[in-house]
């Protein structure tokens, strides 16, 4: 056992934990991100499915359910989530992604914690440099960020983790 004497900063203080979500309705993507001493550490991720025969309503409620789960094990301080954006080739997936997100905002009010957004283009280009970076370009530049042997997957989780680094590395910047 430790006396206060040896203990490092981080041990006395505890962690930031940043609870990244990528929100669609078939897979949401989340990612708790933990602020150390030694920088952003992954500490868990994964995917929230929702069962595409089921209806909407059903649908949303599996997503929100998986969310609090999340929230009730790891007990982020915050969540950072992306915004909806539109293509204009594909429209129907904003409104379908306004819809998981809802859920998604909802289950971390009801839990108190608060929410931070993000642009997809805000989050690409604090972790890539571009604003228009790939899923590839970056799942690499998480995995380089992290010293991993391997990319995150699926994309999700990595984009998750994304979110939740553009909030720490945002937060790093306005605190010095």
Same mark, same amino acid.
């Not at 609870?19 to 500490?43: H, M």
């Given at each position: 056992?430790?006396?206060?004497?040896?203990?490092?900063?981080?041990?006395?203080?505890?962690?930031?934990?940043?609870?990244?979500?990528?929100?669609?309705?078939?897979?949401?993507?989340?990612?708790?991100?933990?602020?150390?001493?030694?920088?952003?550490?992954?500490?868990?991720? @994964?995917? *929230?499915?929702?069962?595409?025969?089921?209806?909407?309503?059903?649908? #949303? !409620?599996?997503?929100?359910?998986? &969310?609090?789960?999340?929230?009730?094990?790891?007990?982020?301080?915050?969540?950072?989530?992306?915004?909806?954006?539109?293509?204009?080739?594909?429209?129907?997936?904003?409104?379908?992604?306004?819809?998981?997100? @809802?859920? *998604?905002?909802?289950?971390?009010?009801?839990?108190?914690?608060?929410? #931070? !957004?993000?642009?997809?283009?805000? &989050?690409?280009?604090?972790?890539?440099?571009?604003?228009?970076?790939?899923?590839?370009?970056?799942?690499?530049?998480?995995?380089?960020?992290?010293?991993?042997?391997?990319?995150?997957?699926?994309?999700?989780?990595?984009?998750?983790?994304?979110?939740?680094?553009?909030?720490?590395?945002?937060?790093?910047?306005?605190?010095?």
């Amino acid at each position: 056992m430790k006396t206060n004497s040896t203990m490092d900063d981080e041990e006395l203080t505890p962690a930031t934990r940043y609870l990244g979500i990528d929100p669609g309705l078939n897979r949401t993507g989340y990612a708790l991100l933990e602020q150390s001493a030694r920088g952003p550490v992954l500490c868990e991720g @994964g995917i *929230i499915r929702s069962n595409q025969e089921m209806n909407l309503a059903a649908r #949303v !409620h599996e997503i929100a359910s998986g &969310i609090r789960e999340v929230i009730a094990e790891y007990h982020p301080d915050v969540m950072v989530i992306e915004q909806v954006f539109t293509t204009p080739k594909f429209p129907k997936s904003s409104i379908i992604m306004a819809h998981a997100r @809802g859920a *998604i905002l909802f289950a971390a009010h009801d839990a108190g914690v608060p929410v #931070v !957004h993000y642009t997809p283009t805000q &989050i690409k280009r604090l972790i890539t440099g571009s604003g228009r970076a790939s899923k590839e370009q970056m799942q690499h530049a998480i995995k380089n960020e992290l010293g991993l042997k391997t990319i995150l997957e699926p994309n999700d989780v990595a984009d998750a983790f994304a979110a939740a680094l553009c909030h720490y590395h945002t937060i790093r910047v306005a605190c010095f």
